[in-house]
């Protein structure tokens, strides 16, 4: 992991509430907040490891599809707390399919974790941001939300609308001094397919989980580098976080020459028909 610059290690503490912090890229930006100084909340479906675990890192039992763990988490936070400052709307799922392939199960359980998940944080702590007149909340998207290759519908789709709630929420804040930050990186190595597949039976499109975990497995870069950028563009006040070049140049290619953009969209999607019909 980059080392945190010293004079940024110094800045007062806050209080931080990570979703999905127990592993990944959320235990990566734990790992990172803590280095800060920061108190964190670490909320999961599952207990971080004590190997990776920091003694000062207090964990909560979140899934963040159940109003009640979310009521939990509030309740948490006004008795340890009494305020937030950082809430990281982290957790979350990978899947997709193509359109004829992928079945409604796969669509209403992404949609549930990736973006009812973040909807539903947001609007747990929105109030308490609102009257502090503060708080800044932080959503991990991806790529997929604004470059959409095939075989992902349902993934590009919900990420496309993390997008979305985060800008729409930031304008509906700012009057509040309430910032929020949509996070778009693109693939890196990470354990996200695999504890997918440990909430949920492996997706119908078998050749596009075998192209996925290709991508995620031959990724140049790894959570720490993706966390220690999500930090840099945080303190830069970004509001659209594009952490890794790939990110970057995909996005800017889409933007730039839509007609390149398109030819390499649809190159990828013949790749993904041929390995479907082997």
Same mark, same amino acid.
């Given at each position: 992991?980059?080392?945190?610059?010293?004079?940024?290690?110094?800045?007062?503490?806050?209080?931080?509430?990570?979703?999905?912090?127990?592993?990944? #890229?959320?235990?990566?930006?734990?790992? *990172?907040?803590? +280095?800060? &100084?920061?108190? $964190?909340? !670490?909320?999961?479906?599952? =207990?971080?490891?004590?190997?990776?675990?920091?003694?000062?890192?207090?964990?909560?039992?979140?899934?963040?599809?159940?109003?009640?763990?979310?009521?939990?988490?509030?309740?948490?936070?006004?008795?340890?707390?009494?305020? #937030?400052?950082?809430?990281?709307?982290? *957790?979350?799922? +990978?899947? &997709?399919?193509? $359109?004829? !392939?992928?079945?409604?199960? =796969?669509?209403?359980?992404?949609?549930?974790?990736?973006?009812?998940?973040?909807?539903?944080?947001?609007?747990?702590?929105?109030?308490?941001?609102?009257?502090?007149?503060?708080?800044?909340?932080?959503?991990?998207?991806? #790529?997929?939300?604004?470059?959409?290759? *095939?075989?992902?519908?349902?993934?590009?789709? $919900?990420?496309?609308?993390?997008?979305?709630?985060?800008?729409?929420?930031?304008?509906?804040?700012?009057?509040?001094?309430?910032?929020?930050?949509?996070?778009?990186?693109?693939?890196?190595?990470?354990?996200?397919?695999?504890?997918?597949?440990?909430?949920?039976?492996?997706?119908?499109?078998?050749?596009?989980?075998?192209?996925?975990?290709?991508?995620?497995?031959?990724?140049?870069?790894?959570?720490?580098?993706?966390?220690?950028?999500?930090?840099?563009?945080?303190?830069?006040?970004?509001?659209?976080?594009?952490?890794?070049?790939?990110?970057?140049?995909?996005?800017?290619?889409?933007?730039?020459?839509?007609?390149?953009?398109?030819?390499?969209?649809?190159?990828?999607?013949?790749?993904?028909?041929?390995?479907?019909?082997?």
């Amino acid at each position: 992991m980059r080392a945190v610059p010293e004079e940024r290690a110094q800045r007062a503490s806050r209080r931080v509430l990570v979703t999905g912090g127990a592993s990944g #890229l959320g235990a990566a930006l734990v790992e *990172a907040f803590e +280095a800060r &100084g920061d108190d $964190v909340l !670490v909320c999961d479906v599952n =207990e971080p490891t004590p190997a990776v675990e920091p003694v000062e890192t207090q964990f909560l039992r979140l899934d963040v599809r159940s109003d009640d763990d979310w009521a939990a988490a509030l309740r948490w936070v006004e008795e340890h707390w009494g305020s #937030l400052d950082l809430l990281v709307n982290n *957790a979350g799922v +990978a899947g &997709g399919g193509r $359109v004829d !392939v992928a079945t409604m199960d =796969e669509w209403q359980w992404i949609t549930e974790i990736n973006l009812f998940g973040v909807v539903r944080g947001t609007r747990t702590f929105v109030s308490m941001f609102k009257s502090q007149g503060s708080g800044h909340i932080v959503n991990i998207a991806s #790529l997929a939300g604004l470059v959409h290759p *095939a075989g992902m519908g349902s993934y590009n789709a $919900v990420k496309a609308g993390v997008v979305a709630f985060s800008e729409t929420t930031s304008h509906e804040l700012a009057e509040y001094g309430v910032r929020c930050t949509a996070v778009c990186p693109s693939y890196f190595r990470t354990n996200l397919i695999e504890n997918a597949r440990a909430l949920h039976p492996p997706g119908a499109d078998t050749a596009l989980d075998e192209l996925m975990a290709g991508l995620v497995s031959g990724a140049p870069l790894g959570p720490d580098d993706i966390a220690a950028a999500v930090i840099e563009g945080m303190d830069r006040g970004e509001e659209l976080i594009l952490p890794d070049e790939a990110a970057r140049g995909a996005y800017a290619l889409k933007l730039a020459d839509r007609a390149a953009y398109d030819e390499v969209m649809r190159k990828q999607a013949a790749r993904l028909a041929a390995m479907g019909e082997r």
